[in-house]
């Protein structure tokens, strides 16, 4: 069965850097694209932005341009999440979700989300 | 990018039906059919209800069911169960420069 199983809960101070990873089995990695969607405590969901496993194309949310990178080892079918200068409105739990497939633009599978805390 | 308007909140008994509007621009809703609806649960990932407007996954009640008119989508729930209370999502594919997908703030949908 498909799952995405996602790195545990990280405390990171303000300026600080946070790498999420996202661990995928049950398909065929390369060939459904990933996304990064957040919820910051009391929000909606935001999207970040999506990596192309096969070849790992990115496209990013503006807002989030220069602060988030988004990379994928295929040998443990993982994807990463990076997020630097972490300021306190990044707190919030990230999501990591499968497209359902090619150029679907809905999210058929998500993992369990990872809560990061931006704190001093 | 503003996010999509959705209720705060709606509320409804065992058996009736509601409805959850989620409005947008032409630049998403209205521009495409890429409407999607997300049930969400504290404390667990979303599942996705409805796709492409109209579509539902296989697994998923067919007491939820999508519409859309101009730039408004809708997400209605028939025959309301207590399993039903979740806070619901909606997403649209967006043509906006910033980002490629808008989703709404959400509803909390409260089964009385």
């Known amino acids: 069965q498909v799952q995405l199983v996602q790195s545990g809960a990280e405390v990171k101070q303000p300026g600080a850097s946070v790498k999420v990873s996202c661990k995928a089995s049950?398909?065929?990695?390369?060939?459904?694209?990933i996304h990064w969607i957040r919820q910051a405590p009391g929000q909606g969901l935001e999207w970040m932005g999506i990596?192309?496993?096969?070849?790992?194309?990115?496209r990013y949310a503006q807002k989030f341009q220069g602060r988030v990178t988004m990379t994928r080892d295929t040998s443990t079918s993982t994807v990463y999440m990076e997020l630097t200068s972490l300021r306190s409105e990044d707190t919030a739990v990230y999501y990591c979700?499968?497209?359902?497939?090619?150029?679907?633009?809905?999210?058929?599978?998500w993992g369990q989300g990872s809560l990061v805390t931006v704190s001093s | 990018q503003s996010a999509l308007t959705q209720p705060a909140s709606v509320s409804g008994s065992p058996g009736q039906s509601i409805t959850i509007s989620c409005t947008g621009t032409s630049s998403d809703v209205g521009g495409y059919n890429y409407v999607s609806w997300y049930q969400h649960r504290p404390g667990n990932a979303p599942i996705l209800m409805i796709y492409?407007?109209?579509n539902r996954p296989s697994g998923v009640s067919n007491r939820f069911s999508g519409s859309k008119s101009g730039n408004t989508a809708s997400l209605t729930i028939s025959g309301l169960q207590a399993e039903d209370e979740a806070d619901y999502y909606c997403c649209s594919y967006t043509s906006s420069t910033t980002l490629a997908y808008v989703f709404g703030a959400g509803t909390k949908v409260t089964v009385l």
């Open positions: 979700a499968r497209e359902a497939y090619y150029e679907a633009k809905n999210f058929d599978y």
């Open positions: 990596i192309t496993p096969n070849v790992g194309g990115t």
């Open positions: 492409d407007v109209v």
């Open positions: 049950g398909y065929t990695f390369t060939i459904y694209y």
